[in-house]
């Protein structure tokens, strides 16, 4: 087994949507720079994600240095979406990321018909201002003061190419074998290691990326997103039939680990990935 070093960063602007991978990536205490800083949100304001709307799968957020966001969607014309400020006039709103109410501020409404187009259903856009203040991690998980972006429930999310690969075999030989090999996109991962044996990192406490501490707080539970193909926006049975029989936890299907940033810095594909711990 080579030593392991981080194969692939990616960046998600907009909660659900397709990111980006850059070759390096500032890591903020509550993820990676620009990482799911945004989400669209339906008329009771709960985060609608692929789960509600699979065709979030084929619409595309670019980001830009000052934060704005450059939507693209098939059918649809591009839209640059400017980093919404808090004002008197609008405020914040509630928005329910999965049962926790945090504040965010809504976008432009240019944005909100764009998506509603898309969707062909009421929603709207969000920006989540402060992340310093906005949501803590769960703290059944969590030390005092970590917080959380958009993501679902951590700030960086690790999987392994070698788990991968596990994965897939264990498809081939099940009854939807036609449906593999996945690639990790369905996974969603901010980062990708190369170099481990698989299911290695079910042990993980600590670890860095370069220069980068992180903590292992928790397995990442794994939903309806996975079955969905990130080309196509088709849904399938799998991983979820085979994560069912080989890689349960209680009542949650398991791939990759939760992270949490010790501290800030910058972490580049190709960095050496030390299990500290």
């Given at each position: 087994?080579?030593?392991?070093?981080?194969?692939?960063?990616?960046?998600?602007?907009?909660?659900?949507?397709?990111?980006?991978?850059?070759?390096?990536?500032?890591?903020?205490?509550?993820?990676?720079?620009?990482?799911?800083?945004?989400?669209?949100?339906?008329?009771?304001?709960?985060?609608?994600?692929?789960?509600?709307?699979?065709?979030?799968?084929?619409?595309?957020?670019?980001?830009?240095?000052?934060?704005?966001?450059?939507?693209?969607?098939?059918?649809?014309?591009?839209?640059?979406?400017?980093?919404?400020?808090?004002?008197?006039?609008?405020?914040?709103?509630?928005?329910?990321?999965?049962?926790?109410?945090?504040?965010?501020?809504?976008?432009?409404?240019?944005?909100?018909?764009?998506?509603?187009?898309?969707?062909?259903?009421?929603?709207?856009?969000?920006?989540?201002?402060?992340?310093?203040?906005?949501?803590?991690?769960?703290?059944d998980y969590a030390l005092p003061g970590e917080t959380v972006s958009f993501a679902d429930g951590y700030p960086l999310?690790?999987?392994?190419?070698?788990?991968?690969?596990?994965?897939?075999?264990?498809?081939?030989?099940?009854?939807h074998s036609d449906e593999g090999p996945l690639p990790m996109n369905r996974f969603r991962p901010n980062v990708v290691?190369?170099?481990?044996?698989?299911?290695?990192?079910?042990?993980?406490?600590?670890?860095?990326?370069?220069?980068?501490?992180?903590?292992?707080?928790?397995?990442?539970?794994?939903?309806?997103?996975?079955?969905?193909?990130?080309?196509?926006?088709?849904?399938?049975?799998?991983?979820?039939?085979?994560?069912?029989?080989?890689?349960?936890?209680?009542?949650?299907?398991?791939?990759?680990?939760?992270?949490?940033?010790?501290?800030?810095?910058?972490?580049?594909?190709?960095?050496?990935?030390?299990?500290?711990?």
């Amino acid at each position: 087994m080579s030593n392991p070093v981080l194969r692939s960063v990616h960046v998600h602007p907009v909660k659900a949507l397709r990111g980006f991978s850059p070759a390096e990536a500032e890591v903020q205490p509550w993820g990676l720079a620009g990482d799911r800083r945004w989400a669209v949100v339906d008329t009771a304001g709960k985060v609608v994600t692929q789960r509600q709307h699979a065709r979030l799968a084929l619409a595309s957020a670019a980001l830009s240095g000052d934060g704005a966001v450059t939507l693209s969607a098939p059918g649809r014309e591009t839209l640059t979406v400017e980093v919404p400020r808090p004002s008197a006039a609008l405020g914040t709103i509630p928005v329910d990321v999965f049962g926790t109410v945090v504040e965010a501020v809504p976008a432009d409404p240019a944005a909100d018909a764009w998506f509603s187009a898309y969707l062909d259903s009421e929603v709207r856009l969000t920006h989540m201002d402060d992340p310093a203040r906005r949501r803590p991690v769960d703290p059944d998980y969590a030390l005092p003061g970590e917080t959380v972006s958009f993501a679902d429930g951590y700030p960086l999310l690790v999987t392994t190419t070698s788990s991968l690969d596990a994965l897939n075999s264990l498809i081939a030989q099940g009854d939807h074998s036609d449906e593999g090999p996945l690639p990790m996109n369905r996974f969603r991962p901010n980062v990708v290691v190369d170099g481990t044996a698989p299911w290695s990192e079910d042990g993980w406490r600590r670890i860095s990326i370069g220069d980068v501490a992180f903590r292992v707080p928790r397995s990442c539970g794994r939903c309806v997103v996975t079955t969905t193909d990130q080309e196509t926006a088709e849904r399938g049975k799998e991983p979820l039939r085979t994560l069912a029989r080989h890689r349960k936890d209680g009542n949650r299907l398991i791939f990759g680990q939760n992270l949490v940033p010790e501290h800030r810095g910058v972490i580049r594909v190709g960095d050496p990935v030390k299990i500290l711990d």
